[in-house]
C-alpha cells in the first residue's frame, strides 16, 4: 500500500483580481493535483526583487500519492491554465498567478528543473509566515530548523499583513460528524487503501483488519473444506479482540474513526465457506459477539464488478489469493448486499468504483468524498 507525500506549496498573484485569482488556484489544485489538506491565511506583501503592485500570498499542505517531478509538471499546468504565461524574459514579473513546490516531505532534491527544499525559502517572509501558519511538524531537511526558527534569522524585513482567512476544500465535508466509520468491500475493492488514505486527510484514527497475520488464510485457499472453520474462527476472534481493544483505546467521543471493516463480514464470509453445520454453530457464537459490538455510525459499501476486483487481486500479487475465482467474489457481494438490505437501523452508504481509480485519479476521489458529503447533508 503506497504511502502519500506531504507537498508545501507557495501562491502568489499580483495582478487581476488576486483574491480570485488565489481561490480559483485552491480549488485547481485540490480538483486536479492532490488533495489540499490545510491552507494558511492569505497575506499581502510587497513584491520581492522587483518593483510592482503588492501580492497576495498564502501557503497550502497538499497530500499526493504522485513523485515530484509529476507533481511539478501538474502545477506547471495549473498556472497555465489559470492564465500564467512564462516567458524567457529574465528577472522577477507581475504574475497573475504563481505556484512554487517548497517541499516535499523532508526530501532534498537538486535536479535541472527541480530543487526542494525551495532555494530560496529561507529568505522569504512571504513564504515562511503562511508556511508556519499551517502549523507542521516539519524541519528543513538542510538546514535541520524548524519554520519559526527560519523566521528568526531571516534577511528579509519586508513587511507582510494578514488580509483574511481561507477555506480549505475539506472544511466543506464534516466527516468527523460520525464517530466511527467503517468502509467495507470485496476482496481487492480497495478498502483499506481508501481508509488509510482518508484517515490521513482528515486526521482520523484507524483500524484496519490484520488479515496478513492469519496463519490459515494461505492454508483455506489451497483447501478450503478443511480449513474454512478454523479460519473463520480466527477471523471472527481477532476482529472482535481488535475491535475492542481499539474501540476502547479510541474515546468514540472526541476521536473520529475510520475502519476497514465491520464485525459483521465475518458472518457474510462464514455463511459462503462453512457447511450447513458449521454455519449453525458459528451464527450462534457470532450472535453473542455483535451484541456486544460498537456499531458503526455510516457504513460505506464499495462496490466494484468481479472483473475489476480480479485485476486488482493479481496486481496486488498476494499468492495466496491468486486462485479466487469470480464465482467466489460474487457470492461475497451477494452476502454484502443481502446484508445491507436487512439491516434498517445501519446508516448505510453503497458507492459504485467499478470504473474509478481514486490512488491515480483525483477526481475520483473527489467523487467519493463528494458521495459521503451528499449522504452528510441528507443525515
Known sequence: ??????????????QGNRLENIESCLQLIHQEVGTVIRVSKLYET????FESAAFYNCALVMHTFDAPHKVLSQILKAEKKLGRIRTDASGYQSRIIDIDLIAFDEEIIDSEKLQVPHPLMQNRNFVLLPFQDLNLDWKHPVFKKSISELLQISPDESVCKVVQDLKSPLQNIPLEKYNYIAFEGNIGAGKTTLTTKIAQDFNAKTVLERFADNPFLPKFYKDQNRYAFPLEMSFLADRYKQLSDDLAQFDLFKDFIVADYHIFKSLIFAKITLAEDESRLYRNLFDIIYREMQKPDLYIYLYQNTTRLL????????????NISEDYLDKINTGYLDYIKSQTNLNVLIIDVSDRDFVKKQEDYLYILDEIQKKINQS
Open 1 to 14: 500500500m503506497k504511502s502519500q507525500h506531504q507537498v508545501i506549496l507557495s501562491l502568489g498573484s499580483n
Open 46 to 49: 510587497p513584491s520581492w526583487g
Open 311 to 322: 485485476q486488482n487481486i493479481k496486481k496486488r500479487g498476494r499468492s495466496y489469493e491468486q
